[in-house]
């Protein structure tokens, strides 16, 4: 298959100095997990996040989320990372300056060897108290009744952004320093219908970057981006990687 970069862009990359990537949950769909707006199989076309998804609901009915939470836990747990999580890995041993941001909270990035990594919507693997805020690593008590804080007894949460809920500030504040910095963003497998992320690409673009999109479909920032590359992250990362240093392993 003909490479979909530019040749221009290929000794860009080698050339880079700094590099951000963003990911969204079609980066892990080819390793089985679940996108969130996928009309068939999307996680918000079978649940309702007003139900799961917010402190109220946890409040109202722990159980039922603890529950769901627990499910996604396991899911991830029996899936590894794919080629797109190994092509970033690769990637960031290559490249001086690179930050991974990423939406997802399955931890397949850290699995997949990447080591720069921020989580702008947590972890699944964590839990924190629900009242204090404190986090809890690691994730404990999926079993059963959710886990109570072992400092104050109160409940513990998931440690994962809700609706409603702020990004942790110091994570906002590191990504949208290394979207403007970057010489080339890319945004790989997210809708782009999320702020606080979606706005990074943005970012990047005033900051002076090259921004190339990534994705099977049309999303909100294609026409803004400098390049806009329908295809399954899997593929293209791994073509990228092959491409721009044919001797990595
Ligand atoms: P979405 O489900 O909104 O979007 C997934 C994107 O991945 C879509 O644009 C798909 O076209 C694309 N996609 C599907 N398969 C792909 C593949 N193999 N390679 C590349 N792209 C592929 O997921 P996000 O954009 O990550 O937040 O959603 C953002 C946030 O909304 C999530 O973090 C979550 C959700 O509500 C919270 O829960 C706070």
Redesign the pocket.
């Known amino acids: 298959m003909p490479s979909p970069f530019p040749p221009q862009l290929i000794q860009a990359l080698r050339n880079a100095r700094s590099v951000t990537v963003l990911t ?4 892990s ?2 390793s089985g997990v679940p ?4 009309p068939q199989a ?1 996680l ?1 076309s079978r649940f309702r ?1 007003e139900d799961l ?1 917010n402190a109220a609901a946890f409040r109202r009915n722990p159980q039922l989320v603890w529950d769901w939470y627990a499910w996604r836990r396991s899911l991830v747990a029996d899936v590894a990372p794919n080629v797109g999580h190994l092509a970033l890995a690769k990637l960031e041993a290559r490249v001086p300056e690179f930050t991974l941001l990423t ?2 909270v399955d931890g397949l990035h850290s699995r997949a060897g990447s080591r720069n990594v921020i989580e702008l ?1 947590g972890s699944l693997m964590r839990n924190r108290c629900l009242d204090e805020n404190v986090v809890v690593e690691p994730a404990a008590g999926d079993e059963g009744r959710p886990p109570k804080c072992p400092r104050c007894g109160g409940l513990l949460r998931p440690d ?4 409603g809920d702020p990004l942790a500030p110091a994570a906002l504040t590191a990504a949208q320093e290394a979207a403007v910095r970057c010489q080339l963003f890319f945004s ?7 702020n606080p ?1 979606a706005q990074l690409p943005m970012l990047a673009l005033q900051g002076g970057a090259t921004v190339i999109e ?4 049309p ?1 909100r920032i294609s026409d803004a981006v400098h390049l806009s590359v329908r295809g ?3 593929a293209v990362l791994s073509g990228l990687v092959m491409v721009a240093w044919p001797d990595a392993v």
């Open positions: 969204g949950a079609g980066i769909s080819e996108t969130f707006r996928d999307g918000w996040p998804a939406q997802n919507h994962v952004v809700w609706f790989v497998g997210t809708s782009s219908m999320v992320a990534i994705n099977p479909e999303t399954a992250a899997g």
